[in-house]
């Protein structure tokens, strides 16, 4: 809590009246950060209106999913408690005085300043139809949300996520588990329309609706339906989702409340020039609530670009903000997600030309170019050269005509002997968060930060998505750690059960006919006699057509009964019973003719998915290459495989009643 930070002497410092920030999110914290590298001690009085130390919001998403505690969002706060000129006070600012340079907390304070920094950030966009009042829906943008909806997920079977932007992408994400079903509703055409081409967004819908994800796209909310609390969504199609819970991920609205009514001019956001000044000079604006040039960035990298500006500004007096890039990275069912710049072709005054590639792995790239100039690029999968793609563009570099061959033959810009990070421009952003490039880290390390943390905390990298950890890991010299599946032990259990029969089938002989009829027990008659055999058989036929069913069960977008990591343990153990009874039926025996493919494919159909089974359950041990290479090589083999067990089935059946 706030109370364990030292409080400075708010009246004046040296005759200076300190530096008042409003706003404890990360780029407020990352503005007093900045102040303190550009070597100012002046007074600082940071002022956050919830019951939290400052803490990190931008892995909120992480913290709803279960992957990191309270304690491991809030931000490094050791050195600044024990600067005696800081101060953090729980405090909700209400007004501010331009004339005489002080603001007003809600119980009558006044605070003078010599300098404010607006950093009040943005809140959830909700939009204005009937029952979002409903008890039982969420909105996700701070730590308060976040606790309501971790302590409602024990509880929240059917969940409608409304708005499929990167928010939505990431509360959808973070609330799958308990057996919850999601639907994601977005009105646009195409999920994360604002970063993704067509191909892009169809691919990672593809890969959404794998872990079970509902995807409804071109589809407004009507209304939130129920009396108290939420029973389903209505869509303008007149279809209505049946639901207990609603998050509404729909966008944001920054907060310019305060700066409204204290006379600071604002659009969308609180107007700022290059300097982040409002049209009060001593007035600062920086993050979500500022607006540069008539445009507002939703992410957190522009908001650090603009803490450091605004930081040098007052201390030096030179620096200026040209504008950012907006660049969107997540991992979504262990793909990277890319987007940076302009990648759409929506002004025809202006057109575009794109370069495209799609990789044997299924992994998609493309590149937008105006006149010539490199503008924009999107990557759907692993892509090494994306931190030298985003130097590309934020230096607006050309690029040479053999590269664009290249990468025309290839998908990539440059050879693979210079794709390692120590080859890569010092100016190469590898931690886009807090825009630390290659040549920062390469200091570090020379310095001697050799482990993560080390450089966490000399650098920033790594400390707020952990994205580029991997990158990170490797100018360490240390092997890059992928994370591990929630299902992987009940998987590789089903899996090893699946191969115990393989090995078995294969290793075990034959058994043979018993040689006389007076034998007590006579174990032959279970595949020799014809009651015995129609038992088994139908009893295998059954639970193959099961089998096959539940495939496609796991990736229906109509019928959403458990998680997508239910229905593959399932699936899997599923297998290591038909196994069990094929042996029962065959007696060990291979068979001849039509039998022996139909069991040869039986056998190859176990092992490819047992292969594609370990290979998710071993992921965070393997290399992406290595890993994604093994689960697409068993996935398609396994799905080839598929199609003539029906034809076979079928035959061997006719055959043996014909017969």
């Not at 503005?31 to 892995?59: C, H, M, T, W």
């Not at 503008?375 to 692993?382: K, P, Q």
């Not at 029969?501 to 043979?512: N, R, S």
Request: neutral net charge; aromatic residues 8%; contains cysteine.
């Amino acid at each position: 809590m706030s109370d364990s930070l030292p409080k400075v002497n708010i009246e004046e410092s040296n005759g200076v009246h300190p530096i008042i920030v409003v706003g404890a999110g990360p780029v407020g914290f990352r503005f007093i950060q900045e102040l303190r590298k550009n070597k100012s001690q002046a007074p600082v009085i940071l002022f956050g209106n919830e019951p939290y130390k400052p803490y990190d919001r931008v892995r909120l998403s992480s913290l709803l999913a279960g992957e990191y505690s309270s304690e491991n969002l809030l931000l490094p706060l050791d050195e600044l408690e024990q600067d005696p000129n800081f101060s953090y006070l729980f405090k909700d600012i209400v007004a501010i005085d331009p004339d005489s340079k002080a603001v007003t907390d809600s119980e009558g304070n006044e605070y003078p300043y010599s300098k404010l920094i607006l950093a009040t950030g943005s809140r959830a966009h909700v939009p204005h139809v009937p029952g979002v009042d409903l008890d039982g829906v969420f909105t996700f943008r701070n730590m308060r949300d976040a606790e309501k909806l971790k302590a409602r997920t024990t509880r929240c079977k059917d969940l409608v996520v409304v708005g499929g932007g990167l928010l939505g992408l990431e509360a959808a994400r973070a609330m799958q588990g308990n057996m919850t079903n999601i639907t994601l509703v977005q009105q646009a055409g195409r999920i994360m329309n604002q970063q993704l081409d067509d191909i892009a967004a169809s691919r990672l819908q593809d890969n959404l609706e794998e872990m079970g994800i509902r995807i409804i796209v071109g589809e407004g909310v009507k209304g939130v339906v129920g009396e108290q609390r939420v029973e389903g969504v209505a869509l303008r199609n007149g279809e209505v989702i049946s639901c207990d819970t609603v998050l509404i991920s729909a966008g944001i609205k920054p907060n310019i409340d305060l700066a409204r009514k204290s006379w600071i001019k604002v659009g969308s956001g609180i107007r700022v020039n290059d300097q982040l000044q409002t049209s009060h000079p001593d007035i600062y604006a920086i993050g979500e609530c500022a607006e540069h040039k008539e445009k507002v960035y939703g992410l957190v990298a522009p908001g650090f670009e603009q803490a450091a500006v605004a930081a040098e500004h007052i201390c030096k007096g030179s620096s200026q903000y040209l504008g950012s890039y907006s660049v969107a990275r997540l991992k979504v069912v262990g793909e990277t997600v890319f987007s940076m710049g302009d990648v759409h072709d929506d002004q025809p005054h202006d057109p575009k030309t794109f370069l495209s590639y799609t990789c044997s792995d299924g992994s998609y790239r493309k590149l937008a170019f105006n006149r010539g100039q490199l503008v924009g690029a999107i990557s759907i999968g692993d892509w090494d050269e994306i931190p030298r793609i985003q130097e590309l563009l934020t230096h607006k570099r050309k690029l040479k005509p053999w590269q664009k061959l290249r990468f025309r033959t290839t998908g990539n810009l440059w050879s693979a002997s210079s794709n390692s990070p120590e080859n890569w421009p010092e100016t190469a952003v590898i931690c886009n968060c807090n825009n630390v490039s290659r040549g920062t880290l390469s200091a570090a390390i020379e310095q001697g930060c050799c482990s993560i943390e080390r450089i966490a905390q000399a650098t920033g990298a790594t400390s707020t998505c952990g994205s580029c950890k991997p990158v990170v890991q490797q100018m360490l010299g240390n092997e890059v750690v992928q994370s591990a599946e929630p299902d992987r032990n009940g998987l590789l259990g089903t899996s090893l059960a699946v191969l115990a029969a393989l090995i078995a089938f294969i290793f075990v002989p034959a058994f043979t006919v018993s040689e006389s009829v007076q034998d007590e027990l006579r174990l032959d008659l279970i595949w020799n006699d014809g009651l015995y055999k129609q038992i088994t058989g139908f009893t295998l036929l059954g639970l193959t057509v099961l089998g096959m069913l539940m495939s496609l069960k796991k990736r229906s977008k109509v019928l959403r009964i458990g998680s997508f990591s239910f229905w593959r343990i399932l699936h899997t153990a599923l297998a290591s019973i038909c196994l069990i009874v094929l042996l029962v039926h065959t007696g060990f025996n291979a068979g001849q003719s039509l039998n022996q493919w139909l069991l040869l494919n039986f056998l190859l159909l176990a092992f490819l998915g047992v292969l594609v089974s370990i290979a998710i359950g071993m992921q965070y041990k393997l290399s992406p290459s290595v890993g994604r290479q093994v689960r697409n090589i068993g996935f398609w083999g396994h799905l080839l495989l598929s199609w003539p067990l029906p034809a076979l089935l079928s035959f061997h059946i006719l055959s043996v009643y014909y017969f």
